[in-house]
């Protein structure tokens, strides 16, 4: 008799619990792929787009009330209260369980159980992670094919070795007879939990992107977070770009940008310097571990990209664009009269005839908009034209520099650059951002977003700065210099001052060039910012005020910031690093020297 395998054991203990009308073990074939398309139309979520236009592509509505992550409904059970952090919302493990069990219970009634093993990294690699999601959606399982490495050959490489379950329902059991919805799911009974300890994930009630899609933010951000902790590497919400200058000499660059702020565009940005050249790693996250020669290497663990479309346009990412013109799921866009896709931004002049995405008929006067602020293309990677050709390397890239940025209309400049990993750090710790459709919530309320992993963070924060600044302790090498960028400053009309997208990479070369010695700068109380000639701003249309007005750094907007930081860092009480509230004093008096000796 063959042995049972931690996953049978799973699956027969999930089985028991949910009660599915069938249970199918996920291929990973493109039949599979089909079949669940096949069972989507029939439902009603998706239509197939106009294969001539489209190929191979499909549009899927989802339920008015399940468009985006919901933070609210978002837990992490640790033991400890203290150990889940003021960053998260937490529930003990007792508790959460007591409240899950009956909602789980016989929550598949009447639906199929899909069982998909998931690779997050190339199979096999020492990087790699593995999960196991069950879940109830088609949708999920089609959109886990793009998404992740699986199915069988998955399986195959668990045998009988650990990974993270990943428990997943839409939370709408059917009763015999009982029509379903056409995009069936349970936001009045949601919950997004994640067992730190444990490394276990429970997802009830949203069928809708990283609330559902485990392998994404819950996996590889929030179990993975706490996973690296332990390892000493890190899991982090960044893009990976390569840049290539005239000279052909290599330089990979990782990013963190809040959701919804600029990752996806930075990763696949065509640069509008001649001769330099840019191209994909990864547009979402970022697992980065110590090589052998003691730098810091990155992979990107996921297959796929989940992309915010509106503002997708072949102006302001052509790579998207060419990504995107088979082989999609785009899920709450607009659909035109000739069976393509359309959201706001994607051309000029709207088309004079849309179903939005609601399922209802849109014309340029209508009052809302026509596709979902949050709506999004699934699409391969393999497709990007941009695509480094070391995207899939088992080992990762070596990581020169790394960039914070979050949408500030005010105070933070262009770019400045850390004196040293530290101050990096504290920079980091204090990036704010105004607030996107990407999550539900108030748009463009300022906010503290942290590495841009407040929502993403599977333990107390400022454990988690504590941990960035370990790496520095025990680094054999140098690590990455530290980059703060804010592409969303405005001008007094409230129009960006920059024009953002390919023109970042002017930006882009000035920290190639500083990561190879060549480019001048000067120091300011807030690091290192550009020298008046720093930047190539030739050819665009920018005053000198206007660059001055870019790169400016605001004493007296700074010094106003001060105080809010500090009872920002008082919520993390004790546990707050003592680097991290050292290099907030030495800021404080490096910023009131500067107004002295400007008074
Ligand atoms: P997630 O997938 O949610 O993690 O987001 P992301 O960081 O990958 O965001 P993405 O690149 O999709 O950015 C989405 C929004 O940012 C769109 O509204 C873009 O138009 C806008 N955006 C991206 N880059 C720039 C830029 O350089 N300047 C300006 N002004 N807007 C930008
Ligand atoms: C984000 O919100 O940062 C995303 C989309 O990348 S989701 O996968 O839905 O979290
Ligand atoms: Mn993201």
Redesign the pocket.
């Known amino acids: 008799m063959p042995q049972t395998t931690k996953v049978e054991t799973w699956v027969q203990k999930v089985k028991e619990l949910c009660q599915p009308e069938n249970i199918v073990i996920c291929s990973g074939t493109p039949e599979e792929y089909d079949q669940m398309w096949e069972l989507l139309i029939e439902s009603g979520a998706a239509r197939r787009l106009n294969n001539t236009k489209r190929p191979n592509s499909y549009i899927v509505r989802s339920d008015p009330d399940d468009v985006a992550r919901v933070e609210s409904r978002t837990f992490v059970c640790s033991h400890e209260e203290e150990d889940a952090g003021p960053n998260n919302n937490w529930m003990s493990p007792k508790d959460m369980k007591a409240t899950l069990t009956p909602l789980f219970s016989g929550c598949m009634r009447g639906r199929t159980m899909y069982v998909i093993p998931f690779s997050m990294g190339p199979i096999g690699s020492p990087i790699a992670h593995i999960g196991v999601q069950i879940t109830d959606s088609p949708y999920v399982v089609a959109s886990m094919h793009i998404m992740t490495r699986m199915g069988r050959a998955v399986l195959d490489a668990i045998g009988s070795g650990d990974f993270v379950p990943c428990l997943h329902s839409v939370g709408k059991p059917l009763c015999k007879g009982e029509a379903d919805a056409s995009w069936p799911c349970n936001p009045n009974q949601l919950y997004v939990a994640h067992f730190p300890e444990e490394r276990q994930i429970f997802s009830f009630g949203s069928g809708y992107g990283g609330n559902a899609l485990l392998g994404k933010k819950c996996f590889a951000l929030r179990i993975a977070s706490t996973m690296a902790r332990e390892g000493g590497w890190l899991a982090e ?1 960044m ?1 990976i770009l390569k840049i290539t200058n005239p000279e052909g000499i290599v330089r990979y660059i990782a990013g963190a ?12 940005l065509v640069p509008t310097i001649p001769n330099w050249q840019v191209e994909t790693v990864g ?2 996250i970022c697992w980065m571990q110590f090589g052998d020669d003691g730098r810091l290497y990155g992979i990107n663990p996921e297959a796929g ?4 479309a ?3 346009s072949m102006q ?2 052509p790579n ?1 664009m060419l990504t995107l013109r088979k082989n999609c799921i785009f899920t709450n866009v607009a659909e035109t009269d000739e069976g393509d896709v359309w959201w706001e ?1 994607m051309t000029e002049k709207p088309p004079a005839h849309l179903i939005d995405w609601r399922g209802e008929d849109w014309t340029p006067d209508s009052a809302n908009t026509a596709a979902h ?2 709506a ?1 293309f699934t699409v391969s990677a393999r497709q990007c034209p941009t695509m480094a050709e070391e995207w899939e390397d088992r080992s990762g890239v070596p990581i020169s520099a790394i960039l914070f940025g979050g ?1 500030r209309a005010t105070v933070v400049p262009l770019v400045n650059e850390s004196a040293n990993w530290i101050q990096g750090v504290f920079f980091g710790s204090i990036v704010s951002s105004e607030k ?1 459709a ?1 999550a539900a919530g108030n748009i463009g309320k300022l906010r503290r977003d942290p590495m ?1 992993m407040l929502p993403f963070c599977g333990y107390n924060m400022a454990d988690y700065w504590q941990h960035w600044i370990n790496l520095a302790k025990n680094a054999t090498t140098k690590l990455p210099s530290i980059y703060y960028v804010n ?2 400053r405005k001008d007094e009309n409230g129009d ?1 001052l ?4 390919g ?2 990479s002017r930006v882009l070369k000035w920290i190639f060039d500083r990561c190879e010695g060549n480019a001048e700068v000067i120091k300011t109380p807030i690091g290192n910012v550009p020298s008046p000639d720093g930047i190539d701003f030739s050819g665009l249309k920018l005053s000198s005020s206007q660059i001055e007005h870019l790169l400016k750094v605001e004493i007296d907007g700074w010094l106003k910031e001060i105080p809010s930081i500090k009872a920002y860092y008082k919520e993390y009480h004790d546990r707050l690093p003592k680097e991290l509230s050292k290099e907030l004093e030495e800021l404080k008096s490096r910023l009131e020297d500067a107004k002295q000796s400007t008074l």
């Open positions: 919400h893009l940008f809040p959701s919804a702020c600029g990752k996806t565009n930075l990763a696949m547009d979402d990209f989940f992309g915010v509106p503002g997708t302001s990412n998207a931004g602020p949050n999004r949408r996107t990407a841009a592409w969303f960006f920059w024009p953002g997208f023109e970042n």
